[in-house]
């Protein structure tokens, strides 16, 4: 944390005398999940801005890049030169991009559009332009250790007003994602507990036969693959589940192969979403621009925060893509307000993932948005309309993220690694 007098100067006038005084990285867990929020304090008493700087997996490292390194480039400057500050951030180190990086300047950006907000009076929403409709439709996640399992929690959640679900199913071994775990499924393999993409290839289309039967009609089905296929693969996975009409087929593969997305996109009679994986916004465009996709999933945080995720709304307008933005419960209450603002003022938006926070959620981050019958809302107080209430955040102390043990073991019956 910063709280020095600038050695980085202001490089031109500016209308007002409010500087930036402070800069800090706060971690709190309410939900066991660490979330990264920076909160950005001015000269003018009681103004300060909350942006979001979550990478769950690496919240230390984030942190301690926000407090040792990025914020003595911001103290004494004037918080509205939100686009220089934040390439600033980006440009300081050199060397360009990663998670750590733009989580790390996305808790910046926001929380400078949140002040904007507030020194303005408006909600950042209209900040953007104002509103091209009047809430985001979301889509919700239900995942069971068997079909009736999983269609049980997904009738539960249309009976609660959403239209959109994403239906995941346990798989066979410990490596299944979105679904509780089947141990032991392999008695007779090197690694016993591993995860078969052969399998999962014959499993999945079972699930959605059986959503199409017990679901009412109008309801879209979603799934994620969560980057594990070959392209032949994806495109085996699209075709037989054709019938069931799907929203759309998400992360069918991993970062490393998305030169090939063109060509499973073409061959997919499913529409396809990719971009959770991005970690700047440059991947991000490529996506858009090359053909890849129909949905750009990107984590705003991850490619740099609302500025950058602004523009790719842009071109993906411009592109005939449509956003979903990522939003998992290791996206804090601001990333997800900042999804929304996106939502209601973008006219390619598309859906957006929706998370549920628990209340201890609502008591760190007073303003958290609530989703009604399945639509978010974004907030009409100034800023983000959200606040953090800092003892009731250190209350919720985080740990190092259990991702590591899980990702060690997700292999395939061999014993090899396969993308968590």
Same mark, same amino acid.
């Given at each position: 944390?910063?709280?020095?007098?600038?050695?980085?100067?202001?490089?031109?006038?500016?209308?007002?005398?409010?500087?930036?005084?402070?800069?800090?990285?706060?971690? %709190?867990?309410?939900?066991?999940?660490?979330?990264?929020?920076?909160?950005?304090?001015?000269?003018?008493?009681?103004?300060?801005?909350?942006?979001?700087? %979550?990478?769950?997996?690496? =919240?230390?490292?984030?942190?301690? !890049?926000?407090?040792?390194?990025?914020?003595? $480039?911001?103290?004494?400057?004037?918080?509205?030169?939100?686009?220089?500050?934040?390439?600033?951030?980006? !440009?300081?180190?050199?060397?360009?991009?990663?998670?750590?990086? @733009?989580?790390?300047?996305? +808790?910046?950006?926001?929380?400078? =559009?949140?002040?904007?907000?507030?020194?303005?009076?408006?909600?950042?929403?209209?900040?953007?332009? +104002?509103?091209?409709?009047?809430?985001?439709?979301?889509?919700?996640?239900?995942?069971?250790?068997?079909?009736?399992?999983?269609?049980?929690?997904?009738?539960?959640?249309?009976?609660?007003? =959403?239209?959109?679900?994403?239906?995941?199913?346990?798989?066979?071994? +410990?490596?299944?994602?979105?679904?509780?775990?089947?141990?032991?499924?392999? #008695?007779?393999?090197?690694?016993? @507990?591993?995860?078969?993409?052969?399998?999962?290839?014959?499993?999945?289309?079972?699930?959605?036969?059986?959503?199409?039967?017990?679901?009412?009609? @109008?309801?879209? &089905? $979603?799934?994620?693959?969560?980057?594990?296929?070959?392209?032949?693969?994806?495109?085996?996975?699209?075709?037989?589940?054709?019938?069931?009409?799907?929203?759309?087929?998400?992360?069918?593969?991993?970062?490393?192969? =998305?030169?090939?997305?063109?060509?499973?996109?073409?061959?997919?009679?499913?529409?396809?979403?990719?971009?959770?994986? %991005?970690?700047?916004?440059?991947?991000?465009?490529?996506?858009?621009?090359?053909?890849?996709?129909?949905?750009?999933?990107?984590?705003?945080?991850?490619? +740099?925060?609302?500025?950058?995720?602004?523009?790719?709304?842009? $071109?993906?307008?411009?592109?005939?893509?449509?956003?979903?933005?990522?939003?998992?419960?290791?996206?804090?209450?601001?990333?997800?307000?900042? @999804?929304?603002?996106?939502?209601?003022?973008? %006219?390619?938006?598309?859906?957006?993932?929706?998370?549920?926070?628990?209340?201890?959620?609502?008591?760190?981050?007073?303003?958290?948005?609530?989703?009604?019958?399945?639509?978010?809302? #974004?907030?009409?107080?100034?800023?983000?309309?959200?606040?953090?209430?800092?003892?009731?955040?250190?209350?919720?102390?985080?740990?190092?993220?259990?991702?590591?043990?899980?990702?060690?073991?997700?292999?395939?019956?061999?014993?090899? &690694?396969?993308?968590?």
């Amino acid at each position: 944390m910063a709280e020095t007098p600038a050695t980085f100067s202001q490089p031109w006038p500016v209308r007002s005398d409010v500087r930036i005084r402070k800069v800090e990285a706060i971690v %709190t867990a309410p939900e066991g999940i660490p979330l990264v929020v920076v909160r950005i304090d001015t000269t003018e008493p009681g103004l300060y801005g909350l942006g979001c700087a %979550t990478f769950t997996q690496r =919240w230390r490292a984030v942190k301690t !890049f926000v407090d040792d390194h990025l914020s003595r $480039l911001l103290i004494g400057r004037y918080p509205g030169d939100i686009g220089d500050l934040v390439r600033l951030a980006a !440009f300081s180190g050199y060397w360009r991009g990663g998670p750590v990086t @733009n989580n790390a300047i996305s +808790g910046i950006d926001m929380a400078l =559009w949140d002040i904007a907000g507030k020194r303005a009076g408006m909600p950042v929403y209209e900040l953007l332009g +104002g509103k091209v409709r009047a809430a985001a439709d979301t889509y919700i996640h239900a995942g069971g250790i068997s079909i009736e399992d999983t269609l049980d929690q997904a009738k539960d959640f249309v009976a609660r007003g =959403w239209r959109h679900v994403r239906l995941q199913v346990s798989t066979p071994g +410990g490596g299944g994602y979105g679904a509780p775990r089947l141990s032991t499924e392999y #008695p007779d393999a090197p690694y016993r @507990n591993g995860w078969s993409a052969r399998d999962y290839l014959r499993t999945t289309p079972a699930l959605f036969a059986a959503a199409r039967q017990s679901l009412p009609d @109008n309801v879209e &089905l $979603l799934h994620d693959v969560h980057s594990r296929l070959t392209p032949k693969e994806a495109v085996l996975l699209a075709r037989s589940l054709e019938p069931y009409r799907l929203f759309f087929l998400e992360d069918v593969l991993a970062p490393e192969h =998305w030169d090939r997305l063109p060509e499973v996109r073409a061959a997919s009679p499913v529409p396809i979403a990719v971009g959770e994986l %991005t970690t700047s916004m440059t991947d991000a465009v490529r996506l858009v621009r090359d053909g890849g996709v129909d949905f750009i999933r990107s984590h705003i945080s991850g490619i +740099g925060g609302l500025t950058p995720a602004r523009k790719l709304a842009d $071109l993906a307008e411009l592109c005939g893509v449509r956003t979903a933005w990522h939003a998992p419960g290791d996206t804090s209450p601001i990333g997800a307000a900042a @999804n929304v603002a996106l939502d209601v003022t973008s %006219t390619a938006f598309g859906i957006q993932e929706g998370h549920v926070y628990g209340e201890a959620v609502h008591e760190v981050f007073p303003g958290t948005l609530r989703i009604v019958d399945g639509w978010l809302t #974004p907030n009409e107080a100034p800023g983000w309309g959200i606040e953090i209430d800092l003892e009731a955040a250190a209350s919720y102390p985080a740990e190092l993220s259990g991702h590591d043990e899980w990702a060690a073991g997700v292999r395939r019956p061999d014993g090899a &690694l396969e993308a968590p």
